[in-house]
């Protein structure tokens, strides 16, 4: 099932929350593929994924860095627990497709809905306290 993008996920940064949607959006590709099993194309997803997601964590890092945010290592800490265990899932795929593909979906909606936005969403209300032009560019 696609994931709907909805307010709740919302930041309020512009810059995060264009990231997410479109990380929301290789997520719902990478669903439909799932569908023609077609590993080629799956690969290429995962690529637009993983290249998005060290972008997008690279972006939140150094916009914490730089305004000193206290969860920074823990927040950083999550961010590298994620990316292990989605490596972890592409090297799966990458020898077994059937069995990893759908779990590898379910692990990255969860992860989305349930870790990254609530997690990004207290960094935010800390840089719009003392940072608020801030666009992490
Ligand atoms: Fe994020
Ligand atoms: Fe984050």
Same mark, same amino acid.
């Given at each position: 099932m696609s994931m709907e993008w909805t307010d709740h996920y919302e930041t309020g940064h512009?810059?995060?929350d264009r990231d997410h949607r479109d990380i929301v959006d290789i997520i719902n590709r990478l669903e439909v593929e799932l569908d023609t099993e077609n590993p080629t194309e799956i690969s290429g997803i995962l690529c637009d994924l993983t290249d998005s997601i060290l972008d997008h964590f690279g *972006? &939140? &890092?150094r916009m914490m860095l730089k305004? *000193?945010?206290p969860e920074y290592g823990a927040h950083m800490l999550s961010h590298? *627990?994620?990316f292990a265990a989605l490596t972890r899932f592409i090297y799966v795929f990458e020898t077994d497709q059937a069995t990893s593909c759908r779990a590898m979906h379910a692990f990255l909606t969860d992860w989305m809905v349930g870790q990254e936005c609530s997690e990004d969403q207290p960094f935010v209300r800390f840089l719009?306290?003392?940072y608020p032009d801030d666009t992490g560019r």
């Open positions: 512009p810059v995060i *972006r &939140e &890092e305004i *000193r945010y590298c *627990r994620f719009n306290a003392g």
